[in-house]
Nanobody, 124 residues
Framework: QVQLVESGGGLVQAGGSLRLACATS????????MAWFRHAPGKERECLSA????????YYADSVKGRFTISRDNANSTVYLQMLNLKPEDTATYYC?????????????????WGQGTQVTVSS
């Protein structure tokens, strides 16, 4: 497994932006599909975005499409989530996840490495 550490969360006003980062260590970063999930109280964990190891394939949930952008820096073993035009409903704990393979899985059960999470709070 790979170790994951998220950063970049915080409190922001509606319409603002944040950039989350997920630093990895351990096994070869380029072996991994990387994804961002979020979990809000009372809701199921939601897959927001995923990216292939070449960055040639990406997935976005409808809830964030056009506002969030996933990217990865394989040289620095880091994946990012740029979040624009944030809304109060984006408030949640955001998690980075990883798994080997080539399929951009969208359910949390398919990922076997997780970060500790970073809180994002969007005020209205």
């Amino acid at each position: 497994q790979v170790q994951l550490v998220e950063s970049g969360g915080g409190l922001v006003q509606a319409g603002g932006s944040l950039r989350l980062a997920c630093a990895t260590s351990g096994r070869s970063f380029t072996s991994y599909i990387m994804a961002w999930f979020r979990h809000a109280p009372g809701k199921e964990r939601e897959c927001l975005s995923a990216i292939s190891w070449t960055a040639g394939s990406t997935y976005y949930a409808d809830s964030v499409k056009g506002r969030f952008t996933i990217s990865r820096d394989n040289a620095n073993s880091t994946v990012y989530l740029q979040m624009l035009n944030l809304k109060p409903e984006d408030t949640a704990t955001y998690y980075c996840a990883a798994r080997t393979g080539i399929v951009l899985w969208r359910t949390h059960e398919e990922y076997d490495s997780w970060g500790q999470g970073t809180q994002v709070t969007v005020s209205s």
